[in-house]
């Protein structure tokens, strides 16, 4: 028979001497021998399998490595099949073959085989009872000898996190049995569940698992995923949510860079919707018997407000922030975070429930009532009320942060009292494809309309004079614009900014929007576009990219910046700033806190 010089193969056994010799059976009937056959046996050498494994990477002689159980039986040409799938892609460190139901008949087996398809299909993870390495690419890495099972998984997320890929090929096919008897697959499922809970805790969510406890469809099935549940939560890994209303705006922006950065500083993440879970409540009678009077009262005020026509806009709000509150504690309880990130100001008020047993950080969009206030269509008591509201939660909560590093000195003036601020300002990402000098000169205003502080009035009479195309995802409220040039609707692709030659900012000329922050200024320099922002906003961050403006010189700016010179002067420091606002530079401090 030929050998393939280049193959060692690994078993790793212990107590199963029958297995063992069928294995080893199936290498001896194949077409193609590999050079040396590795047996370490964890009984004799008094070692745990990622012992045992690591004990296989030490002695491995050959530039390929595979990894087979003591109790499989690899079909005719795994040998050939496996040598062929890592040998002709250089850039793989691993391939794993396809592993089938040995005891078949067994209804047991049957089950836990279902379950182990289901997760490995879905996340295509390393599995050691059928892998072949490129072993001079992995050489240097070893199992984490304090996983007695999922060591597998762990050494995979090494090789992930070092970017280091492998892939999937049925054609390496074996036969390995799963746990026949009822009460051993219980026990194995359980410490599954414990030794998921501890992978999860190094290396963050793998994937979305959720702990629940399963429906009972198959009482077997029931009992076995059960078990993996238990074993879980017994000393489950830490938990940060973000919480936020997902509104393909600037919302779901910020929240998906912040969960970007905490998967890749391996954090447990879950997200939230809290607009989406507000709305589940209000609109079910079941949720009645939970939320009682605070859900009772809300439905009340509505139907006053609505149906009745009686105005009840302010004593909605504070129903409002109160259910969802209550709405926010119960889901952070129920999935046992242990560290909560609140983005949305209506949710601010889950972080004033002393019951808590999680951590908040109140990563705050804006001064709330300040916001309000500044809209002029709220009485002063309402104003004082909500103050008090916020002020407190700015004292409970753990830490507080803001969008932009000039709210501090906001809250200051206001005298507010911040505890344990945490300066996270916004950033963007860097894009492949930025803006270059075209004649005639286009221009892009992006995001809301119809808020008070979008200066409709500007805004309005800005779109008569220039060459500007408005996106949004809101249509202008006629009240507002009687008269909106060139609205385009929703821009779905958000690399058409590159298109455009300058972005636009209209904001109202007030104390509060003046030392504010809009997320598409950041969004227009991260493509190369100088801004065009009145000049009653000024913010040293910006400046070098920024050309303020006001209602009557707008025209003549823009005509100036259109000369290619100046044009290109603003699109690099527009560049650089962009590049100096990252989002992994601007959330580095969450790395220092404790999730």
């Not at 690994?10 to 193609?32: D, G, M, V």
């Not at 390995?176 to 963050?204: C, D, M």
């Not at 030392?515 to 598409?520: D, E, L």
Request: hydrophobic residues 35%; contains cysteine.
């Amino acid at each position: 028979m030929p050998t393939i010089n280049d193959l060692t193969i690994a078993i790793i056994t212990y107590r199963r001497p029958k297995e063992l010799e069928r294995c080893l059976s199936s290498i001896k009937q194949q077409k193609y021998q590999p050079k040396k056959v590795l047996i370490i046996d964890s009984l004799v050498r008094k070692t745990n399998i990622p012992e045992s494994r690591n004990i296989a990477l030490d002695k491995c002689q050959t530039k390929y490595l595979a990894f087979v159980d003591d109790d499989c039986i690899l079909t005719k040409n795994w040998t050939i099949n496996a040598y062929r799938a890592i040998s002709l892609n250089s850039n793989l460190s691993f391939v794993v073959g396809k592993t089938n139901l040995l005891n078949k008949h067994n209804l047991i087996a049957q089950i836990q085989y279902k379950n182990y398809l289901s997760w490995f299909n879905q996340y295509n993870i390393l599995d050691t009872k059928n892998v072949i390495f490129n072993y001079l690419k992995i050489k240097y890495f070893r199992f984490d000898t304090s996983f007695s099972i999922f060591e597998d998984v762990d050494f995979h997320l090494q090789l992930k996190f070092h970017n280091l890929t492998g892939s999937y090929n049925p054609n390496m096919n074996i036969y390995h049995p799963e746990v026949g008897s009822l009460f051993k697959a219980i026990k194995k499922n359980y410490i599954r569940g414990q030794y998921k809970a501890k992978i999860t805790q190094k290396w963050g969510g793998i994937d979305d698992f959720i702990p629940s406890l399963p429906r009972i469809t198959n009482p077997i099935n029931f009992l076995l995923q059960s078990a993996f549940y238990y074993g879980y939560i017994k000393n489950p890994p830490r938990l940060t949510t973000i919480v936020n209303n997902l509104d393909k705006g600037a919302n779901e922006q910020r929240l998906m860079a912040i969960y970007r950065f905490l998967r890749n500083h391996h954090h447990n993440i879950n997200i939230i919707n809290s607009q989406s879970e507000f709305e589940k409540v209000i609109f079910s009678k079941k949720y009645l018997l939970i939320y009682g009077w605070s859900l009772l009262n809300y439905k009340v005020l509505r139907f006053i407000h609505d149906r009745i026509k009686i105005n009840r806009t302010t004593q909605i709000i504070l129903a409002s922030l109160s259910l969802r509150g209550q709405i926010i504690h119960r889901i952070l309880s129920k999935t046992k975070a242990t560290f909560a990130i609140i983005q949305y100001p209506e949710d601010l008020m889950v972080i004033c429930n002393l019951k808590r047993q999680y951590q908040t950080l109140y990563d705050s969009t804006t001064i709330y009532y300040q916001e309000l206030a500044s809209s002029n269509q709220f009485s002063l008591s309402f104003i004082n009320t909500l103050k008090k509201i916020e002020s407190n939660v700015y004292e409970l909560s753990d830490y507080v942060s803001f969008h932009w590093y000039s709210y501090f000195d906001l809250a200051k003036s206001y005298n507010l009292k911040i505890n344990h601020p945490l300066s996270l300002n916004w950033g963007c990402q860097t894009q492949a494809i930025t803006a270059s000098y075209k004649i005639p000169i286009k221009i892009i205003h992006l995001g809301k309309l119809n808020a008070y502080w979008v200066n409709p009035p500007l805004l309005s009479t800005i779109s008569q004079h220039i060459n500007l195309s408005i996106f949004s995802y809101e249509l202008p409220d006629k009240k507002l614009y009687s008269n909106l040039r060139n609205f385009k609707g929703y821009l779905k692709n958000e690399d058409r900014i590159a298109n455009y030659q300058f972005g636009l900012i209209s904001l109202s000329k007030d104390k509060y929007r003046s030392q504010g922050f809009s997320a598409k200024y950041l969004m227009y320099l991260s493509y190369g576009l100088p801004v065009l922002c009145p000049e009653w906003r000024r913010d040293k961050l910006l400046t070098s990219a920024t050309i303020y403006y006001n209602e009557t010189n707008i025209i003549k700016l823009i005509k100036k910046y259109s000369e290619k010179k100046l044009w290109l002067r603003k699109h690099f420091a527009a560049l650089k700033i962009a590049k100096k606002l990252q989002w992994s530079k601007t959330l580095k401090p969450l790395a220092s806190l404790p999730l």
